[in-house]
């Protein structure tokens, strides 16, 4: 079915471009174009940083709304654009950055223990989020106090055993 269609200059081993915080990092999904349209696909598993268990959208947030505010002990997530615009704020305990997703081949990957923050939602947005956990109650902390002691923790426990 792909047959005639023309692949993005993205080469795998260029898929993923670091942001500086944790691990987090834009994965650039291949796409393909012809004069019908755009195709982006992402094969299972290779096309991912991991195998999605769950996926959900968010759409018609008011573009003064925040969401996220919250980190996962554990899931990780690979959050798209689907459709119009907003922004995601990354932190890791030290470092934070801004980034806007506005196009639909290139993802956010936000691995455990980053705390994030969406907003500046465009009018048409659709987040589409893949997680590699099913939901759990337990993985998420709500609380940015609690965050930083549970980044604190990790990086003294970190230190003694290096």
Request: charged content about 25%.
């Amino acid at each position: 079915m792909l047959a005639g269609l023309v692949a993005s200059e993205v080469d795998r081993a260029e898929r993923a471009h670091a942001l500086g915080v944790g691990s987090a990092a834009l994965w650039h999904l291949p796409r393909f174009r012809d004069d019908r349209g755009s195709l982006v696909v992402a094969e299972l598993p290779d096309d991912l940083p991991f195998t999605p268990k769950r996926i959900f959208t968010v759409y018609d947030v008011p573009g003064e709304d925040v969401r996220g505010e919250h980190a996962h002990r554990e899931c990780q997530q690979l959050l798209l654009a689907v459709h119009g615009a907003l922004s995601v704020q990354l932190e890791d305990g030290t470092t934070s950055r801004e980034v806007r997703l506005d196009v639909p081949t290139v993802a956010l990957y936000v691995p455990p223990m980053i705390w994030g923050v969406q907003y500046r939602f465009t009018a048409d947005a659709v987040l589409l989020v893949l997680a590699s956990h099913a939901y759990s109650a337990e993985d998420y902390i709500r609380d940015r106090d609690e965050f930083a002691r549970a980044v604190a923790s990790d990086a003294a426990a970190e230190h003694e055993s290096g």
